[in-house]
């Protein structure tokens, strides 16, 4: 029986029991780079896709893929993937987002967070900067402590739960908002308003989802408390970056530590707003969307991921 054509966007040279895997079941053709010329190169002939983040699935790269069937993606987040286009061709999409058992054991994005809450409470890039140029700058580069401040999670899901163990070990005291009831040990719940009110810190771990799209606005910014940290490993747009850089300018946000960007495909990085300001400003800390990116993470996230693609294909693709 002929097997199924696969173009793998994702780069598996560190996981080559994955790509094994993938090589056994599929026709397997990477495009790597993972770039729009690569995609709309491969994707005609293939029938299952497995993604990356790094580039965008979009709608016209879809119509250039006739039989298309399955796209599957190692990630939870699907804003790299045009949902509706998909939909509307019949091609079944699978992630992990509710694959919990695994998620689970899956820590490397609550841990990033937690290095952005003490990379911008102590002002680690800049204090680095510093001594690099053999500038010993302690007084200049005084930071916050984290004991006894206030903590406060939006989204109190898998992610949410494990950054509150976190904040309890750094003796915060933790509180939480979520749409359903939030039930973690430590963690008092309160309303929105009266969290952002009373937190040094405040951390984002909700899906982008239309209704969550530009979720920390003007409004919701300026109920923060003066001097306060905004932490974001959700999705860049969960937040309205032109809001944060006016909280940075005027208050009351001290510093913005943020693993993801709205845009992150755009060709003109170097020029988007929160980098611009980043290149001259201490108080935002941007990483690469990297909350993932552990060997330990990608190796059970693929690993599951390349597994529910084989399975879903020997149900559904034809003989």
């Avoid at 040990?185 to 937190?199: F, I, K, N, R, T």
Wanted: proline share 4%; with cysteine; charged share 25%.
């Amino acid at each position: 029986m002929k097997k199924p054509v696969l173009v793998c966007a994702a780069d598996l040279a560190h996981l080559p029991a994955v790509k094994e895997l993938l090589e056994s079941n599929f026709e397997y053709r990477p495009a790597r780079p993972a770039t729009p010329e690569n995609l709309a190169r491969l994707l005609p002939e293939a029938d299952a896709y497995f993604a990356a983040l790094e580039v965008r699935l979009t709608e016209e790269l879809i119509l250039l893929a006739p039989r298309l069937q399955a796209i599957a993606t190692p990630s939870t987040g699907l804003d790299h993937l045009d949902l509706e286009a998909a939909a509307d061709h019949g091609i079944a999409v699978i992630g992990l987002k509710d694959e919990r058992a695994l998620l689970d054991r899956i820590t490397a994005t609550a841990e990033l967070a937690w290095a952005l809450v003490l990379a911008c409470a102590r002002r680690l890039p800049e204090s680095f900067d510093a001594s690099r140029r053999g500038h010993w700058a302690r007084d200049e580069l005084r930071g916050r402590q984290l004991a006894e401040k206030t903590f406060g999670i939006i989204g109190c899901g898998r992610l949410g739960t494990m950054v509150a163990d976190y904040a309890g070990a750094f003796r915060m005291s933790v509180l939480g908002y979520d749409v359903r009831d939030v039930r973690i040990a430590g963690v008092e719940p309160l309303p929105l308003d009266e969290l952002l009110a009373q937190s040094d810190v405040v951390s984002l771990h909700i899906h982008l989802t239309e209704a969550n799209r530009g979720f920390m606005n003007m409004d919701r910014l300026r109920r923060m408390k003066l001097g306060s940290i905004l932490i974001n490993t959700s999705r860049g747009a969960v937040v309205d970056e032109s809001a944060v850089l006016d909280a940075l300018k005027n208050g009351p946000l001290a510093a913005y530590g943020t693993d993801v960007i709205e845009g992150e495909w755009r060709d003109d990085l170097q020029n988007h707003p929160l980098i611009r300001h980043a290149r001259e400003h201490g108080n935002v800390v941007i990483t690469p969307h990297i909350g993932g990116i552990t060997f330990e993470s990608q190796a059970m996230a693929y690993e599951h991921t390349a597994k529910m693609l084989i399975e879903h294909c020997q149900k559904h693709f034809d003989s």
